[in-house]
């Protein structure tokens, strides 16, 4: 079974920074994008950034230049780096990758289990 396993949320302060992982592990074929959405409180569901199999990446405007997407395809594994943190940024992270499993004759999405991130002083 295919599943996302997401570390590196906590408390940090106005400006500081924070590094989200997320690794996919079970019977993976292949993995197409890969990419991180927050939940903040009353509000939808949004999209941060995204990675391509072929590292193109995209961004929220909310983010843009704060924020870094990455990935380790041999660790099959995706990361958020994040700069200068405002109490904006307060939410629950999903991870998201596209994959196919080995039992699966096309791509599906695989979400983590979410990780909170608290911007405060």
């Known amino acids: 079974q295919v599943q996302l396993v997401e570390s590196g949320g906590g408390l940090v302060q106005p400006g500081g920074s924070l590094r989200l992982s997320c690794a996919a592990s079970?019977?993976?074929?292949?993995?197409?994008?890969m990419g991180w959405y927050r939940q903040a409180p009353g509000k939808e569901r949004e999209l941060v950034a995204v990675?391509?199999?072929?590292?193109?990446?995209n961004y929220a405007d909310s983010v843009k230049g704060r924020f870094t997407i990455s990935r380790d395809n041999a660790k099959n594994t995706v990361y958020l780096q994040m700069n200068s943190l405002k109490p904006e940024d307060t939410a629950v992270y999903y991870c998201?990758?596209?994959?196919?499993?080995?039992?699966?004759?096309?791509?599906?999405?695989?979400w983590g289990q979410g990780t909170q991130v608290t911007v405060s002083s």
């Open positions: 990675i391509t199999s072929g590292g193109s990446t």
């Open positions: 079970g019977s993976i074929l292949s993995i197409n994008a």
């Open positions: 998201n990758a596209n994959i196919r499993p080995i039992y699966r004759p096309s791509y599906r999405d695989y």
